[in-house]
């Protein structure tokens, strides 16, 4: 395995690369463009909307929030 390789990806593991953001009502969504499972375990990156720089509607009505 070379020094920038993704352990996760030589093991096989079923993973994403992407960071996955929590909005309000529960609802998901993943920085890498073909993520279509939006499932904490699967991240190793899991914010808030309202963590996000800039903002987000979620966050302006106070509702951003991500159930584990």
Do not use: K, Q, S
């Not at 020094?3 to 909005?23: E, K, Q």
């Not at 309000?24 to 699967?42: H, K, M, P, Y």
């Amino acid at each position: 395995m070379g020094a920038n390789a993704c352990p996760a990806c030589a093991a096989g593991t079923d993973h994403c690369h992407g960071t996955l953001i929590g909005h309000a009502g529960r609802i998901a969504e993943c920085t890498e463009g073909d993520c279509v499972e939006f499932e904490v375990v699967r991240h190793a990156f899991v914010v808030e909307c309202t963590d996000l720089a800039g903002g987000c509607a979620c966050a302006e009505r106070g509702l951003g929030r991500l159930a584990g």
